[in-house]
């Protein structure tokens, strides 16, 4: 793999199925995650950026940015999930509704003493992580976190001040995955919270895609109030669930004429782009160590319940190089005059680094004609992180990590 690779797409041209898994989606469920989301005192709807100049410079008629870098102070979606899924499961252990259990309650001393000690599992690259790192300190709740070789020590760090036991173990994310399984089922009161899912384990995964509809449903209402009805929506993915729950919200909302959907993937860990090609519906994995500067996409294994909404309603999957997100962060972070400077970490801006290439690369006309882009297209991207990475952040703009020296990503040293 090197900087001069090319992106590689396919259209949706796989088999159905029965479609079971839209209804989780539905936007009901994503109205409960949101209202309990606004129990917290730190939420606040994280802004919709629009970049006029940039649109206009891309072909675009409107160009939109939902900026999870300013998410409960976190950096990163991914605390919106864990912190449902962690309410949903007390709520269900005590025979509640999650609706009965705002903030205010989880975090009281009656709760705790009515629910008890439970120790929270899960495996991360970092966001997921201190997201669920975070929602158990706030409960009082204890938190176990395994990240996968190559995580850096500030990822490692900014999980460790949420009171929870961290490690960096020599296993790639999936591994990660089944080692943190193995620990809750053998601890007492332990409980794996994790948006990967399988046969078997997809409840709270699915709680976990809901919890990302409040992403979705904000984008909705702040588009609908600027008076724009997008019709593409360009929406990363690791194992799919925030892909999934988007996707799935927006095909729920707009039935009769959903937007163009396009999911964008790391091309070291691009499973659900291989599971496309194959077109009967079956799952590929992608093994190995998976190196890629987009540690957040860093993951082999499709989670079931997503994959199920993507291949009935994404419009195409899209296997991204690394020089496409080092390239989206440098645009996030050098915007035209007149357009807002957005922070943007390596596995939030991979979509801006496609859109950029599909409207200014020839080699991509293809692609462009394929998604219908045009000086009609009005185009939502999630940037689902800011500088999580410092560092890295600063080698990507400062030094040009896969710009023009042309060198290979060879794994953190």
């Known amino acids: 793999m090197n900087s001069t690779d090319k992106i590689k797409w396919t259209l949706n041209n796989i088999k159905k199925s029965d479609d079971r898994q839209i209804e989780n989606m539905s936007l ?7 209202r309990f989301h606004k129990s917290f005192p730190q939420y606040d709807a994280t802004p919709l950026t629009s970049l006029p100049n940039l649109a206009k410079y891309l072909g675009l008629k409107r160009l939109f940015i939902k900026d999870e870098s ?6 990163a979606f991914k605390v919106l999930g864990g912190s449902y899924a962690i309410a949903k499961y007390i709520a269900q252990q005590l025979g509640k509704d999650v609706s009965e259990v705002p903030y205010k309650v989880l975090t009281s001393d009656k709760l705790r003493k009515e629910f008890g000690q439970a120790t929270f599992f899960t495996a991360t690259d ?19 976190v395994r990240m996968p070789k190559g995580s850096t020590q500030t990822r490692l760090e900014n999980i460790a001040k949420e009171n929870a036991t961290v490690t960096i173990e020599n296993l790639n994310y999936d591994d990660c995955v089944r080692m943190a399984a193995k620990e809750a089922a053998k601890t007492e009161n332990g409980i794996m919270v994790q948006d990967t899912a399988w046969e078997g384990y997809e409840e709270i995964p699915t709680w976990i895609m809901q919890g990302y509809g409040t992403l979705a449903m904000e984008a909705d209402q702040q588009l609908e109030a600027d008076g724009c009805v997008p019709t593409h929506i360009f929406v990363q993915a690791g194992v799919g669930s925030l892909a999934g729950a988007v996707i799935g919200y927006f095909a729920n909302r707009f039935k ?6 396009v999911v964008a993937e790391a091309e070291a860990a691009n499973c659900l782009y291989r599971s496309a090609r194959q077109c009967d519906g079956s799952r590929v994995n ?15 294994e499709a989670n079931t319940v997503s994959w199920d909404i993507l291949r009935n309603h994404a419009s195409a999957f899209v296997s991204c190089p690394d020089w496409v997100s080092a390239n989206g ?24 680094g496609l859109i950029h290439a599909v409207m200014t690369k020839p080699e991509y006309k293809d692609l462009k004609a394929a998604l219908k882009l045009d000086e ?23 030094e040009g990590l896969y710009g023009s020296d042309k060198k290979p990503f060879a794994g953190i040293q």
């Open 28 to 34: 009901a469920e994503m109205e409960k995650a949101s």
């Open 70 to 75: 300013y998410r409960f102070g976190l950096n």
């Open 126 to 144: 970092g966001n997921h992580g201190r997201g669920i790192a975070w929602a158990a300190n706030k409960l009082g709740q204890k938190c176990v």
């Open 256 to 261: 009769e004429n959903p937007p163009v959907m």
């Open 286 to 300: 992608v093994t190995g160590d998976m190196l890629t500067i987009m540690a957040g996409l860093a993951c082999g």
């Open 329 to 352: 962060t440098r645009i996030y972070s050098s915007p035209l005059p007149g357009d807002k400077q957005i922070i943007s970490g390596e596995s939030g801006s991979v979509s801006m």
């Open 376 to 398: 009609n297209s009005k185009v939502l991207l999630i940037s689902s992180e800011g500088d999580t990475d410092p560092e890295r952040y600063r080698e990507i703009t400062w």
